[in-house]
């Protein structure tokens, strides 16, 4: 294996100056850097990033904690960041908890194990207090969800005003049983997609029971498929379904189409995300747009600035981006049932 004594050997300088050529220090001349780096490529020459983080450096490493790699959300946003990452000297690291508050323990001891360098999470309800502990000595923020035991840097989406608009849209169109189906309150984002639900209601002088709330696990493809068929079923069936994950959302389209269930004739719906498939669906889905993009720039942005900065300059930081509505053809005014005597 090449070491940094050979490429000394081959230029002629000390072995120190290499090690802080290749360390980018700030004392060594761009000339002198330009051709440590020419040489170490030539020979092959692979850092040895254990010995780096034996003393005391951190490695280059930025991971990102998530629930649920199959949420196209998730996906989408780590193919994002990865390629921010890239482009300034960084590599991206998946973990996924699934929710669950031990997993994601275990994933942040290992990630300070090896000295990452930051950390961008997508909390589970109930972090354990030791993640609290461990994310207190790495630089991190908040994607999506935000809880208050892990500081203040968060970037997320206007989940109350998203739900609210796209409630109101159905509300304005004449329905007046409409269900909501989304993830526990426990959740920061459950909690405030479903007080957009209800605040549309309130705003649209709707009664209280005008609208059903069915609250489960939001990564479940499986339960949205389960609990819209129970929905359906029944003298008081919603006339119109508003969805608050990517996932359930996922897998009541598969059962409405399964059912042969006509949208929006018998059913209106409003999504949420906007998945490439989702455009083609029925008569195209309407939902909610996420800015996946837009979010992932900013948390890679704000990331490197802390990274290259001292920790003094971490102070609370706060980036709630919109989310839109996209209208397509899968929302209209409820079908009036025609008694039996006006036939």
């Known amino acids: 294996m090449v070491t ?6 081959r230029l002629g300088v000390s072995v120190s100056t290499v090690g802080r ?17 020419q040489a170490a490529s030539e020979m092959g020459y692979v850092g040895n990033r254990a010995a780096r983080m034996m003393r005391g450096a951190s ?8 629930p649920d790699i199959r949420n196209s959300f998730y996906s989408t946003i780590a193919h994002e960041l990865s390629k921010n990452m890239e482009a300034e000297g960084f590599q991206l690291m ?9 997993v994601e323990l275990r994933h942040l001891r290992e990630l300070s194990a090896t000295r990452v360098a930051g950390v961008i999470i997508v909390p589970t309800a109930r972090p354990h207090g030791d993640s ?4 207190r000595t790495v630089p991190h923020l908040q994607l999506l969800r935000r809880h208050p035991s892990l500081g203040s840097q968060w970037f997320g989406v206007d989940d109350h005003e998203a739900l609210r608009r796209a409630t109101s849209h159905l509300v304005a169109e004449g329905h007046t049983r409409i269900a909501y189906m989304g993830g526990p309150e426990e959740l920061p984002t459950g909690a405030e997609r479903l007080s957009g639900f209800r605040s549309a209601l309130r705003e649209g002088g709707l009664p209280d029971d005008a609208g059903r709330a069915e609250l489960g696990p939001p990564s479940s ?15 008081d069936a919603p006339t119109a379904l508003m969805l608050g994950s990517i996932q359930l959302t996922r897998g009541v389209l598969e059962e409405l189409s399964a059912q042969g269930t006509k949208v929006p004739r018998d059913l209106s719906v409003i999504g949420f995300g906007d998945e490439p498939g989702f455009s083609w669906w029925g008569p195209g889905l309407t939902t909610i747009g996420l800015p996946i993009q837009e979010m992932a720039t900013g948390c890679a942005l704000w990331l490197m600035r802390r990274l290259k900065t001292t920790p003094d300059n971490d102070g609370p ?4 981006s919109p989310g839109s509505l996209i209208l397509r053809g899968s929302t209209a005014p409820p079908r009036t049932k025609v008694s039996p005597k006006s036939r």
Do not use: C, Q, W
């Not at 490695?59 to 998530?66: D, F, T």
């Not at 998946?94 to 031990?102: G, K, V």
């Not at 389960?226 to 359906?232: C, E, H, I, P, S």
């Not at 930081?317 to 709630?320: E, M, N, P, R």
């Open 94 to 102: 998946l973990a996924e908890t699934d929710d669950d508050r031990m």
């Open 21 to 37: 050529a290749l360390a980018d220090d700030s004392r060594i001349s761009e000339e002198t850097k330009f051709k440590v780096r």
């Open 317 to 320: 930081y706060t980036s709630v």
């Open 59 to 66: 490695s280059n490493v930025v991971a990102l904690v998530i």
């Open 4 to 9: 940094t004594k050979d490429i000394a050997e």
């Open 221 to 235: 493809v499986e339960h949205g498929r389960r609990t819209v068929r129970r929905l359906l079923k029944g003298p």
């Open 132 to 135: 609290v502990k461990l994310l």
